[in-house]
């Protein structure tokens, strides 16, 4: 039987030829036990919707793993308390991102877990009556993240590692680049996680530093982190330049032969990784966007990888693709399997 | 240092008890090349939000593979054309399904492919300006459910096996049961599959014809394969008992030991297999549910489970979890980590 | 300056003509005291995004209310328990429903209303570990809809009701369509709601008795009214026909002039709606969809209406549009901004 | 009828009292021609879900307009070219808004309007085969966000007016804070929307500006207007310090009798409307968030009020609410129905 079913009804008849679908069918996907992560990408091609999403996610991000790409990152929200600082500091090291924009917020937690804190699983309280829960974790002293819950010591063990090993130094330089801040916090990480012998590893900030990966975070003073810079500010005549990093940014874009956006979550990383572009000679050649915001809403975070297209961001023939579904979930399973094949 | 971080500022006062989270702190997951499906899934189990709900509904279903559990499983929207049609099929003929619940389209789309027809990945077209491309579609004799297209002729097909092969027997039996009618269209799937050595799998029908597992599709006639049921009735004796099937699903409720509950997204299968607890003595044990509803729009699909658990649906003790994302990502993944930690 | 910003340059040089987009620039919508709903849809026609969506719906819905068009109405999800009620009743009262099409759990919670039981509001509880919250209601016997609450006697008067003024009359017909049983409910209803006094009016159902319009429920079975029947059909003979409701909801469909669908929600009703033009010889000339399912898990209850287009359930020249937001909040806003538009 | 149903059954058996929900039963909403705003926030207190939520931000918000409340408003997104423009202009130049928190395209977007230029109504293109649409937009010059089209020659008027009249007088002043620059964007906006004639207001930033309300903006960088400050700044001596801001919005707080939040949209600008109470020694009393991203993902734009609580931004008694449905619907919404009853 022909593949579009011209010639079932027995009539002969003409039908008008088909432009809108190509003659690539839908298989179905099969989850057997033992299954690698890439094999099971495999099958996500079988299917359609989200599982075809991400099997080209997968396919355009194994590419993006070859040398000659440079690779911007976009890493927002809260992917370094909810479990994700290893893939990421590892994806640095194995010299697999080239630049790395992300949030403040983030940045502390990395720092915090650098230095011997940690983060603990916990429940997701209730939106309306029960609020009595955050109201107690806040008598006890411990923040939450939805369901991540933070005890607010930590804040102090990094408020002093801040003023003790990451500032004072600056301070010297006079007005530094936000960049500049973040290489600091990554050396200062790297040496404290060390000295101390912290099970935890070092992170991301101290993957960066020690890989000479730039880490640019636009919003920085939309964090902790921020509020302790402006802080010491009151006292040292330190302060940072909000304008600085762009010069280094739009080198790197200059300068790359193939460009490739891994952007996982929306916000301020993932505006700022796609509008280098707007200053640079080309475009990003490869894009996969890992995001759970939905696009009809109108907002930036869960606009499609296209849109950018129509502004410059993306060249006219770029690969690209979004998955809509939580990125915990997504980017583990996208980084093992672009890996595995990678490897093959 | 402890957990809590009590005795880090060295002071030796005495902090408040925290009860409102426990000593289980978050680590980072990895993912490195060669990792198998159910060692990702461990790796979830080490990170937050969404990745840890996975982890948690891979533990709980790999419970509920177990030979004395009674698995319902619920099977909603458009799974089948979407590609998960395998692992459903795959999942009844080894033992894991005791009853399922669909949808009439999942059905008409199942026996589909039985007898040779085939969906196609395609576009997804734009909401507003661009219908142009649904006005094409339909002069073509296309349809479209979001990024699958399906041939109309192939409805054709369909309608010529359930004239020919499915409902002269039914009418012969009179008014019968939905099940009743979904036993025969799987009888009739395997049956053709095999003479027309169909290239694709027999499927789910046929799979749970063969193996002895009820389907049940409340809203059968909400569907083309109801509509084909409808124009047949208007010729012929034969009808459907809206009520009939409530029978052997609640006897199956009663008869069974431990009951689970795998619900892969929301509408009518999911109410219905959680709704069989109202007049059953017992009540699920363990349930999970995949879904990308969101839980505060109030509608059912997204609910909670807990929500049922109010309603006496699922048992005080049980283990359930919810996770929401992409039902066609989430589905192969589940069932092939649960299947390699149970043959493990 | 012209509208395309053409000559801003002041070079000369002659731009590509756009064909991308008109000359339909956005305004800003106002906000002031006392303006009525029906202006407030106007301001919206000033913006983008969903606002402009929901000035078109009100756009489309207010054509709707013209006399010649017959309207079928899809009333998913709990849209009664959190309530719709009284605005469904009304528009059926007021000739702007000529079908109806909702679920079991609509029918069941509005009966319960008419007679007398009443549900409540109440928090959210949390999803996971304070479960204890769920587990409380039930030993008090509460259940609960997300933020509402329902205590469980009012099951008991429900059954009453059933068993002694709906049931019994039904009996004696043998097997039934679905819409007759929705018919005597309604009937039931009214009797019960004016004999008693009961203060909150007599509902969605009672109205479409009076008015003589149809409710058709699908899937009745999968809900407390549809458990109710099947309980009685155990010691009577009654049973419900699956099929026989499709007779009058398609010959409303030919007999129809222009024909609109208005869908709230997702689910059995969207698609029974839409699915009844499969079978007629035209299909739905206007139709405004409000939900908050998104449409890019490829689920029906997110899809578009132009997805409904290529399967030939819209007219190609159809107006339509879809609003993604909560629809308790986009339901009163349409409804009162229709009616203002055409009582003017 | 006592309201929890105590003595339906006549049997007069104790029931266990019900602490987890109030006395507090479900009305229904009405929607009827000529109804204002205010009365429609007025009916969905009798209803649930979002209508409920909504009602209550209403509610909170009339408080938040009393003169004693410092106001500090979040806006982030595609808010202006989305055509909410007007609606906060407004509450500026009525002394509703103390300090304003917004992204750089919003700034950007409004600037462009303020000097002639205007964003068009367009369709939406589709995520895959389709991009041949924003192709064609790149060659035709159309910038696309979401439904939204802007000719990029207004980048280039944009780019005039800030080399012109905005960054030279800045740049004698050395190093400026961002609030700085938005302050003398708004002065310039003002004057060329005046010399100009333009039809449409002169906006946001103006109104700020002339209002002596101050704007933060902390991830200028991240938008066409920071891009241009970096350009001007690679030949003048000019640059912005990103902590200089924090002094001022930490003396608000600090100077400030009762406090309340308004967050329309997630991202930067809500995270900093709410940290600025990290550094204050009170919380907010009163907040009402707009926002359609899920909190089940854990990101902080979805993320509930109540969890800001935990981390002492909100005060413990403080009343504050979330709506989660598209803001460009809820924003008009709540303004027009808050105004009328502050005037009432």
């Known amino acids: ?74 890493l927002a929200g809260a992917m370094v308390p909810s479990g994700m600082r290893r893939i990421v500091a590892n994806l640095i090291r194995d010299g697999h991102v080239d630049a790395l924009v992300t949030t403040g917020a983030n940045l502390t937690h990395d720092t915090i877990e650098a230095i011997g804190g940690k983060h603990h699983h916990g429940p997701v309280p209730d939106e309306k009556r029960e609020r009595d829960h955050d109201e107690q974790l806040r008598e006890e002293g411990v923040d939450r993240i939805y369901n991540v819950y933070l005890p607010q010591e930590h804040f102090t063990l990094f408020e002093s590692h801040l003023r003790e090993t990451v500032f004072p130094a600056l301070a010297e330089e006079g007005t530094v680049s936000i960049q500049r801040l973040t290489e600091k916090l990554g050396e200062a990480n790297a040496a404290v996680n060390d000295e101390e012998g912290v099970d935890e590893g070092s992170g991301i900030a101290a993957a960066a530093f020690e890989s000479d990966v730039p880490i640019y975070c636009p919003a920085v003073q939309d964090s902790v982190l921020g509020l302790q810079a402006w802080m010491y500010n009151q006292t040292a005549d330190f302060s940072l330049d909000a304008l600085a ?77 979004s998955v809509y579904a939580d990125a915990t979930i997504t980017l583990p399973l996208l980084v093992a399997a672009a890996r595995e094949r990678v490897e093959e």
């Not at 809108?20 to 036990?33: C, N, R, S």
């Not at 079988?46 to 396919?59: Q, R, S």
């Not at 193939?258 to 475009?283: C, D, E, F, I």
Request: charged fraction near 25%; glycine fraction near 14%.
């Open 1 to 74: 039987m022909s593949d579009d079913g011209t010639g079932e009804d027995g009539a002969g008849h003409e039908q008008p030829p088909r432009e809108a679908f190509g003659h690539d069918p839908i298989g179905h996907a099969e989850a057997q036990a033992g299954t690698t992560v890439g094999e099971l990408a495999t099958e996500y091609g079988e299917a359609g919707v989200g599982a075809a999403d991400m099997h080209e996610a997968v396919d355009i991000y194994a590419d993006m793993l070859e040398e000659d790409v440079t690779v911007v990152m976009g």
């Open 245 to 321: 990093d762009m010069d280094t940014l739009t080198d790197q874009a200059f300068d790359a032969d193939r460009t490739g956006a891994l952007v996982v979550g929306g916000g301020v990383p993932k505006n700022y990784v796609l509008q280098t572009m707007l200053v640079a000679p080309g475009a990003y050649d490869l894009a996969v966007q890992l995001t759970m915001d939905p696009p009809q809403t109108g907002g930036l975070s869960g606009a499609t990888l296209d849109e950018a297209r129509s502004w410059g961001k993306l060249e006219t023939a770029a690969r690209n693709v």
